[in-house]
């Protein structure tokens, strides 16, 4: 179970990568923060705040990536599995070259 702050640090990251992104386009369009929350819908203020990285409802930010043409996702993964690794078949001949090798010399490779 996690605790109530790392329930909150984990929000303040999220929000604030969020926020981020937001902003990056936002100025990448070359938009006010006023033009963004007439498009959106939304107040500047509203607007000022998700992009310093404070939460904020999911309407919201579903809102923003729509005017900026933003696709909006969000999953949720196991923290403790990792994505499998792609085949590496360069390495893996060096790691038989290897192997081979050393055998040749009466050493063996467990």
Same mark, same amino acid.
């Given at each position: ?10 929000? &303040? +990251? ?6 981020? +992104? *937001?902003? /990056?386009?936002? /100025?990448?369009?070359? @938009?006010? &923060?006023?033009?963004? %929350? ?9 607007? +000022? @705040?998700?992009?310093?990285?404070? %939460? %904020?409802?999911?309407?919201?930010? !579903?809102? &923003?990536?729509? !005017? ?6 969000? #999953?949720?993964?196991? =923290? =403790?599995?990792?994505?499998? =690794? ?5 390495? %893996? !001949?060096?790691?038989? !070259? ?5 055998? #040749?010399?009466?050493? /063996? *490779?467990?």
């Amino acid at each position: 179970m996690s605790s109530g702050r790392d329930v909150e640090r984990l929000t &303040l +990251q999220l929000a604030g990568r969020l926020g981020d +992104q *937001i902003r /990056t386009e936002r /100025t990448r369009r070359r @938009w006010s &923060l006023r033009e963004l %929350a007439r498009r959106s819908g939304l107040s500047t203020s509203m607007v +000022q @705040w998700m992009e310093a990285g404070h %939460a %904020a409802h999911f309407e919201s930010y !579903v809102r &923003l990536a729509q !005017v900026l043409g933003l696709r909006a996702e969000f #999953s949720f993964t196991e =923290r =403790r599995t990792r994505p499998p =690794r792609p085949e590496d078949p360069v390495h %893996a !001949v060096m790691g038989e !070259v290897l192997a081979s090798r050393l055998s #040749s010399h009466g050493l /063996t *490779i467990s």
